[in-house]
Antibody, heavy 120, light 109 residues
């Protein structure tokens, strides 16, 4: 069973860059079994897929965020990371890292999530 | 973008009753690409159903999924106290982005 843990600042100023890291344990980040994924949830609202990365470095992003999003992977640290530039209040959300299993087409492991507030 | 519309928004039921949750897609979704999740307050979503009808590991058989094309259903045959939560459907067709429905809240009547 894969365990995922998000980390990063809980408060980011408007126009700055949001940076989060997800630490992976319980399975190898290079196993090829998963696409490593970021999903967010605005307060009291539904879920929004941000994007994912494969261990090879191949990325796929939500077109609505593509111009501001970057996901990277550090296999030596078993971590993958999210950067979201030029944030504003609308980016305030709980950010989850998760695994996407292409064979079953679902998100089968989730981190607990971390709240990021954009405010001056 | 494929939009998933879930109904009803809230379902008020008593323990032991049957819950029927609907997820309608704006375009046809191959059944293999439809999943359901349960989320309780302060927790991440938990995978319940994938491939429209396959239960994830450890999910009780009172949860079942069905449907095809644009109409999918999650059924909870007899509600247990721990089933009161918000439920989301999600599609993973190759056309981006991957999307979730707006959710159905199942609360205690």
């Amino acid at each position: 069973q894969v365990q995922l843990q998000e980390s990063g600042p809980g408060l980011v100023k408007p126009s700055q860059t949001l940076s989060l890291t997800c630490s992976v344990s319980g399975d190898s980040i290079t196993s090829g079994r998963y696409y490593w994924t970021w999903i967010r949830q605005h307060p009291g609202e539904g879920l929004e897929w941000i994007g994912n990365i494969y261990f090879s470095g191949k990325t796929t992003y939500n077109p609505s965020l593509k111009s501001r999003v970057s996901i990277s992977i550090d296999t030596s640290k078993s971590q993958f990371s999210l950067k979201l530039t030029s944030v504003n209040a609308a980016d305030t959300a709980v950010y989850f890292c998760a695994t996407y299993t292409a064979y079953d087409a679902c998100f089968d492991n989730w981190g607990r999530g971390t709240l990021v507030t954009v405010s001056s | 973008e494929i939009v998933l519309t879930q109904s009803p928004g809230t379902l008020s039921l008593s323990p032991g009753e049957r819950a029927t949750l609907s997820c309608r897609a704006s375009q046809a979704v191959t059944y293999t690409y439809l999943a359901w999740y349960q989320q309780k307050p302060g927790q991440p979503p938990r995978l319940l159903i994938y491939g429209a009808s396959s239960r994830a590991t450890g999910i009780p058989d009172r949860f079942s999924g069905s449907g095809s094309g644009t109409d999918f259903t999650l059924t909870i045959s007899s509600l247990e106290p721990e089933d009161f939560a918000v439920y989301y459907c999600q599609q993973s067709t190759p056309s981006l982005p991957l999307t979730f429905g707006g959710g159905t809240k199942v609360d205690i009547k």
